[in-house]
């Protein structure tokens, strides 16, 4: 399974930006959808996730700003973030937490798929 995020960008403060998360493979599924963020000389941490049954995690800091949502039929997931801050700043990663594949009635689990990063960069 391939993960690819896109969406990034530079806005000021208030502002807003989409991410996308597009996961791509053949037979397979996901369970949790996530997005995590790496600032400058930090480590990176969670911002949201959302599983297949639709239930959403966010983290503290972004509570009431973004909104992560799924389509199961194409495997994406948008993170809505809105009211951003100069804190925002950091580059986002997508991730799967398990994939399930499937060969016939038989399937395998595999752990913790990252796509690449996108920058987002938020002005003062």
């Known amino acids: 399974v391939q993960l690819q995020a896109s969406g990034g960008g530079l806005v000021q403060f208030g502002g807003s930006l989409r991410l996308s998360c597009a996961a791509s493979?053949?037979?397979?599924?996901?369970?949790?959808l996530g997005w995590y963020r790496q600032a400058p000389g930090k480590q990176r941490e969670f911002v949201a996730a959302?599983?297949?049954?639709?239930?959403?995690t966010y983290a503290d800091s972004v509570k009431g700003r973004f909104t992560i949502s799924r389509d199961n039929t194409k495997i994406t997931a948008t993170l809505q973030m809105n009211s951003l801050k100069p804190e925002d700043t950091a580059v986002y990663y997508c991730?799967?937490?398990?994939?399930?594949?499937?060969?016939?009635?038989?399937?395998?689990?595999?752990?913790?798929?990252w796509g690449q990063g996108t920058q987002v960069t938020v002005s003062s």
């Open positions: 493979g053949r037979r397979f599924s996901v369970n949790a």
């Open positions: 991730n799967a937490d398990r994939v399930r594949y499937w060969s016939g009635t038989e399937s395998l689990d595999a752990y913790d798929f």
């Open positions: 959302i599983t297949a049954g639709g239930r959403t």
